[in-house]
């Protein structure tokens, strides 16, 4: 008898909640669990704004976060308005507050007009924000420790086309034109990635790996906008057909004051007991003891007399299939046909047609004889 033992390790994961943000931090990822996805060509949007309600859109799914877990919204003011709206009827009343058009989109300093206002209607502490990439590089680790905070907010990044030509030592010099831009939504930030909410009704992800290390502009002299500064960023995703560059400009949005005070350890109960209790009984009697007398009996018993004798008597009626069409063809489908052919055509006519001669001779008084 064989014994076996068996060890099971309980993982605990600590993970802490950013009070009234919406926040969910562990060791290595913050995330805006109750973010929601919208779409900024939505029917009652799309007819006001056109095609550039992004950031109205992208700051709309920051707020629907904050609005999941804080509640001391003022009443009757700007921010309460919002709360009383679903998400594009609020993205409505945001657009119209950011001076948002559908010629020109939306100014970024009107966005953070917009989120400071919004700050007000809560009773708790809470700020709007506007950070440029020179100001504080938009990078994951950063944007990570930016959520720790209680910060949430959007990603305002533009397409550049760049120009690049050599200088005489040799080395290549850029230059950069704007031409588009584009506001998404953090979701959520790592050490190494950030997860992207598209306005455009889209989900990716993004490293921000820099522009200087980039295949084409290695080595290069890069000048860029002042807001962008040295270490510029550039998204994974590339929405134009120019061979444009997107690279991230500013990260606005709403930051709550409040730290991390509650530590939840949500994921420790959970994977303990199912873990300890149901793969220890489970798999150790059932995969024992079933298929020992199961496959034994039926498998060897039942195929050994029963599939022998069916297979010997039932191949010998076949024979009375063989037997039974071979009269139908022979005797009265072939003779029957043939013998009235030949009668009229050889026997009857010799005798009768002789005796109407020997007939025909007579009544005219004439001997008629065979030769």
């Known amino acids: 008898m064989k014994l076996t033992t068996t060890t099971v390790f309980a993982i605990t994961v600590l993970t802490s909640h950013i009070a009234n943000a919406g926040i969910t931090c562990s060791a290595t990822e913050c995330k805006a669990e109750t973010m929601p996805l919208l779409d900024q060509m939505e029917s009652s949007v799309r007819s006001k704004f056109g095609s550039m309600a992004c950031v109205p859109t992208s700051s709309m799914m920051v707020m629907e976060s904050v609005f999941s877990d804080k509640k001391d919204i003022v009443a009757g003011s700007f921010t309460d308005s ?62 990570m420790e930016d959520m720790k905070s209680g910060m949430v907010g959007s990603l305002l990044f533009a397409s550049y086309i760049p120009k690049c030509s050599s200088m005489a030592s040799g080395r290549k010099s850029c230059s950069f034109t704007r031409q588009y831009g584009h506001s998404v939504a953090v979701q959520a930030a790592s050490g190494s990635s950030v997860q ?56 606005y949005g709403i930051k709550i004051a409040a ?48 599939p022998k004798p069916p297979v010997v008597v039932q191949p010998t009626p076949k024979p009375p299939v063989v037997v039974q069409p071979t009269p139908k063809p022979t005797v009265p489908v ?15 006519p010799k005798s009768q047609i002789w005796q109407q001669w020997v007939k025909y001779f007579k009544a005219k008084g004439k001997y008629a004889s065979r030769r």
């Open 334 to 348: 072939v003779e029957q046909p043939t013998r009235p052919t030949r009668p009229v055509v050889t026997q009857p």
């Open 196 to 251: 992207i909410f598209d306005p455009s009704d889209d989900k990716w992800t993004s490293s921000l790996s820099k522009l200087s290390e980039d295949s084409g502009f290695v080595d290069a002299t890069l000048s860029l906008a002042s807001h962008i500064g040295s270490d510029a960023r550039i998204l994974a995703k590339n929405y134009y057909t120019q061979g444009e560059v997107d690279l991230a400009e500013y990260f």
């Open 82 to 143: 919002i709360y009383q709206q679903n998400s594009y009827g609020a993205i409505l009343l945001m657009g119209n507050d950011m001076k948002t058009t559908s010629q020109n989109g939306t100014y970024v300093n009107d966005a953070q007009k917009t989120f400071t206002k919004i700050a007000q209607g809560f009773s708790g502490g809470a700020s709007g924000f506007n950070v440029t990439n020179a100001k504080r590089t938009i990078s994951p680790a950063n944007l």
């Open 259 to 306: 730290a991390s005070s509650p530590v939840v350890v949500q994921p420790s109960p959970t994977p303990t007991t199912p873990v300890v209790v149901q793969p220890s009984p489970t798999p150790t009697t059932p995969v024992v003891v079933q298929p020992s007398p199961t496959p034994t009996t039926p498998v060897v018993v039942q195929p050994s007399p029963t």
